[in-house]
T-cell receptor, first 113, second 112 residues
Framework: DQQVKQNSPSLSVQEGRISILNCDYT??????FLWYKKYPAEGPTFLIS?????DKNEDGRFTVFLNKSAKHLSLHIVPSQPGDSAVYFC????????????FGTGTSLTVIP | KAGVTQTPRYLIKTRGQQVTLSCSPI?????VSWYQQTPGQGLQFLFE???????NKGNFPGRFSGRQFSNSRSEMNVSTLELGDSALYLC???????????FGSGTQLSVL
């Protein structure tokens, strides 16, 4: 049962444009959401997070939006750079799940120079 | 500060064998979690240890086990390997439970 879903396996964007990566979840008890970035042969690296008491969090070029009613979050990267090309995973955790994070299947982003 | 260290980076085993993977967390981190990554499946939670106690376990068969030592280092063991166990095994540490995870580079296990 996939509680966190990333329905787009891949995304291609021109350098300088906006990249929007989407994530949906099913468990309304999730209260903490994160985005990770993964390069080949490396472990995922934390990018940005948001708690359920907020609907937006910004960190430089990266912004995460949370829509609790739709159980949807998105990651915006502006402007996109070739070095952003990687696989992006969203993850969620609930108050009752301890440190068990539920991850999506990932979206492979390619930024075209 | 050194990151999460996993050894070995690569392993090739045959069906029926067993394997032990090792993870050294970031210094001061007391929580260690293990995840399995396979193509198209994302990261699947295996288990979490905190202060040598298993706090949480994912939906994996009993062939998958782990432990944590007093210095917070952790090992994961898979017995009676099956072809489907071929995956990237990722270890992650956090300061305490309920904190964001810091991942190691993983151990790529191939079962032939």
């Amino acid at each position: 049962d996939q509680q966190v879903k990333q329905n787009s396996p891949s995304l291609s964007v021109q350098e300088g444009r906006i990249s929007i990566l989407n994530c949906d979840y099913t468990n309304s008890m999730f209260d903490y959401f994160l985005w990770y970035k993964k390069y080949p042969a490396e472990g995922p690296t934390f990018l940005i997070s948001i708690s359920s008491i907020k609907d937006k969090n910004e960190d430089g070029r990266f912004t995460v939006f949370l829509n609790k009613s739709a159980k949807h979050l998105s990651l915006h990267i502006v402007p996109s750079q070739p070095g952003d090309s990687a696989v992006y995973f969203c993850a969620a955790r609930g108050v009752t799940s301890g440190n068990q994070f539920y991850f999506g299947t990932g979206t492979s982003l390619t930024v075209i120079p | 500060k050194a990151g999460v260290t996993q050894t070995p980076r690569y392993l090739i085993k045959t069906r029926g064998q067993q394997v032990t993977l090792s993870c050294s967390p970031i210094s001061g981190h007391r929580s260690v979690s293990w995840y399995q990554q396979t193509p198209g499946q994302g990261l699947q939670f295996l288990f979490e240890y905190f202060s040598e106690t298993q706090r949480n376990k994912g939906n994996f068969p009993g062939r998958f086990s782990g432990r944590q030592f007093s210095n917070s280092r952790s090992e994961m063991n898979v017995s009676t390997l099956e072809l489907g166990d071929s995956a990237l095994y990722l270890c992650a540490s956090s300061l305490t439970t309920n904190e964001k995870l810091f991942f190691g580079s993983g151990t790529q296990l191939s079962v032939l």
